[in-house]
């Protein structure tokens, strides 16, 4: 058999195991994972050979978690440079979250055609839900592959950001009631925040502001864990599977590991920020996102713990292309940081390198667990024979100072400007099309594939 590229001499990264061999690709698709002599004896031959010596060959990332357009870009430059800085970045997939305040549908669809005409990524969306006629939408929506929705526990009232609207706690119930009448692989994806101490905490702060107050005192951890276990009561009186997202505090993750003991279908997500840095870490007007940085180092051992111990499921970017423009001063910035770019090389140099976590633990958790969570397994999350040469080749040793200018994304600051990360990404392959290399693109704008993730409706 001819194929399209051998991929040789490398070290293939599972989340059970790490092996050297040589992977094949024909049509976008793995046809043979194993050793020169496999490829000899099984006849294979390709077009394009890759000697990947020393370097480690991952299943493409899948971001569960990404705003490209927020807080208020034009769509389609959003689209562009956010998903060409996750290919820069080793991510093949990523999940867009829409806010719009249209029909769901409309918005649906509109959004889809912009990623298909601009996306590098292959996508699927979570719709976010606001309202009780967004909730009736909820059954069509999944019947046209879009089957996680994203509720906010804390936007409303003085809290509320343009394009989101308030909701309140009956109405994400009612959400969820309907959400679990569906199939695998329905599921709410939740911000848990309790506004109400906000609320008041702002109400002490602002006018009145102590030395070094950080966004950590006005949304401290208390308001995460509480609305944690709010939800965690939702979930297990509807039925309906949850999946947390941006977790910054460790009872919360305590709190929703017990909570799998005890049978609830609670996915736990985190993200690169809440792991690295923390609230007097980077400029606090800059690095204003919700949750908050946190102040005490307790809570960033916890997350890298909860990896290791199977208790954090996720990692997502939150990437949400704020820029200074954006962030005047600290009461009126709006929340949010680019980052999808840097979370893999920031990953693989404060964790894998720094003896942290597994190379192993990257797949599973960048990549398995989210498109097992999300449906989109075996065809994206896998790198085995059958599944889409969606492949990422990474160099370890590689040492790369993070400056803002040289990210694609659309924001003009990055939280981890000078780090010098030691971990970074060669090449990223998506359905056997190399589509970045060494930092530059080798396929336009568009190249991306919608990925319909239906959710059928239980009997
Ligand atoms: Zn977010």
Aim: hydrophobic share 40%; aromatic share 8%.
């Amino acid at each position: 058999m001819n194929v399209d590229y051998i991929i040789s001499n490398c070290q293939v990264v599972k989340p059970a195991n790490t092996f050297h061999a040589a992977v094949a690709i024909k049509n976008g698709k793995i046809v043979l994972i194993g050793d020169q002599a496999l490829m000899a004896e099984s006849g294979i031959t390709a077009k394009n050979v890759i000697d990947a010596e020393g370097k480690y060959l991952l299943p493409g990332c899948i971001d569960p978690h990404m705003h490209v357009d927020w807080p208020d870009w034009e769509t389609v430059s959003a689209t562009r440079s956010s998903t060409k800085a996750a290919v820069a970045g080793g991510y093949t997939t990523v999940i867009n979250f829409l806010n719009g305040t249209d029909t769901l549908e409309e918005n649906f669809l509109s959004s889809k055609d912009c990623f298909e005409k601009n996306s590098y990524t292959d996508m699927a969306f979570h719709m976010a839900i606001f309202t009780d006629e967004q909730i009736k939408e909820i059954p069509r929506m999944a019947e046209l592959g879009v089957s996680s929705f994203k509720f906010f526990l804390p936007y409303r009232g003085s809290e509320v950001v343009a394009p989101l609207k308030g909701i309140d706690d009956g109405t994400i119930y009612m959400g969820l009631k309907e959400i679990a009448k569906l199939n695998a692989p329905a599921r709410a994806l939740i911000h848990c925040e309790n506004v109400e101490l906000v609320f008041k905490l702002k109400e002490k702060y602002m006018g009145n502001e102590p030395e070094g107050l950080t966004w950590d005192d006005v949304r401290p951890p208390v308001c995460e864990i509480d609305g944690v276990r709010r939800i965690l009561t939702f979930s297990e009186d509807t039925g309906c599977p949850v999946y947390v997202v941006h977790t910054s505090t460790e009872e919360a993750v305590k709190d929703m590991q017990q909570a799998k003991g005890n049978g609830i279908d609670v996915r736990t997500e985190t993200c690169v920020q809440y792991l690295t840095l923390m609230a007097t870490d980077y400029d606090r007007t800059l690095g204003k996102v919700n949750p908050p940085l946190r102040m005490d180092k307790r809570h960033l051992n916890a997350l890298w713990d909860g990896i290791n111990n199977g208790s954090v499921d996720t990692i997502g970017s939150d990437h949400a292309p704020c820029a200074r423009k954006h962030k005047p001063d600290f009461w009126s910035a709006i929340v949010g940081m680019a980052g999808i770019q840097t979370l893999l090389p920031v990953l693989l140099s404060e964790g894998v390198n720094k003896g942290r976590i597994t190379i192993n633990k990257v797949a599973e958790i960048c990549s398995y667990n989210v498109a097992k969570t999300f449906g989109l397994t075996p065809q994206k999350g896998l790198l085995e024979i059958g599944s889409d040469a969606d492949l990422i080749l990474v160099d370890l040793n590689k040492t790369v100072t993070v400056k803002a200018e040289d990210l694609y994304h659309i924001s003009d600051f990055s939280c981890f400007e000078g780090w010098e990360l030691t971990g970074s990404v060669d090449m990223t392959m998506i359905r056997g099309e190399i589509v970045m290399q060494n930092g530059k693109a080798m396929v336009e704008p568009g190249y991306a594939r919608f990925l319909p993730r239906v959710a059928a409706p239980k009997e």
